[in-house]
């Protein structure tokens, strides 16, 4: 079973950044297509960003052009780095073994001043 560790969020400013990362307990990490979603209170889960096992990036319109997630196979690690985060970007982000039931425990996302 594969355990995933989120870590980097916190609070930031408007239009501040912020780089999260998410580790995988696995050998086997480079084979596996990622993702991180995000959770807003009283929202529903979304997809903000997918990365293959190849490296090809994918995003939903909402978040392309400010969001860019990427991938070390060496460390078994994914990242999200988030630039001129908004107020609606608070949410809990969780990273996710794509199409899978594998989720991180999340780490939560504050922009307010």
């Known amino acids: 079973q594969v355990q995933l560790v989120e870590s980097g969020g916190g609070l930031v400013q408007p239009g501040g950044s912020l780089r999260l990362s998410c580790t995988a307990s696995t050998t086997r990490f480079s084979i596996y297509p990622m993702a991180w979603y995000r959770q807003a209170p009283g929202k529903r889960r979304e997809l903000v960003a997918t990365i293959t096992s190849g490296g090809s990036p994918n995003y939903p319109d909402s978040v392309k052009g400010q969001f860019t997630i990427s991938r070390d196979n060496s460390k078994n690690a994914v990242y999200l780095q988030m630039n001129n985060l908004k107020p609606e970007d608070a949410a809990v982000y969780y990273c996710?073994?794509?199409?899978?039931?594998?989720w991180g425990q999340g780490t939560p996302v504050t922009v307010s001043s």
């Open positions: 996710n073994v794509f199409t899978t039931s594998t």
